[in-house]
């Protein structure tokens, strides 16, 4: 039986990002990383106000919805009710 040994100097330099020697293909690494970080920056940005605008038209919907569905019967009153508790009342002192 032969016992190998995994050497980790050599996986280590595999999976290391190395940085290129050429001064324009690091400037123009640098330019695309830049350019990848505007687009998420922007498509982002569009992303959130589409929610916005999305949620402002749900909730314009859904009122005029409600108010629609109001209208459809005149004779039905609509109104907030309130469960009020009976007053206590004082005790009587027996004198």
């Given amino acids: 039986m032969r016992i190998r040994y ?9 999976l290391e990002p190395r940085k290129p020697r050429n001064p324009l293909v690091r400037i123009a690494l640098g330019l695309l990383g830049l350019a990848i970080l505007a ?19 749900w909730k314009l919907l859904a009122a005029r919805k409600r108010r629609n569905a109001g209208k459809a019967d005149p004779s039905v009153v609509d109104a907030e009710y309130r469960v009020v508790r009976k007053a206590a009342l004082p005790h009587s002192t027996g004198a």
Avoid at 6 to 14: A, E, G, I, T
Avoid at 39 to 57: N, Y
């Fill in 6 to 14: 995994v050497q980790f100097s050599k996986l280590r330099n595999l």
């Fill in 39 to 57: 687009v998420l920056v922007v498509a982002g940005v569009f992303v959130g106000a589409a929610m916005i605008l999305g949620g402002i038209a």
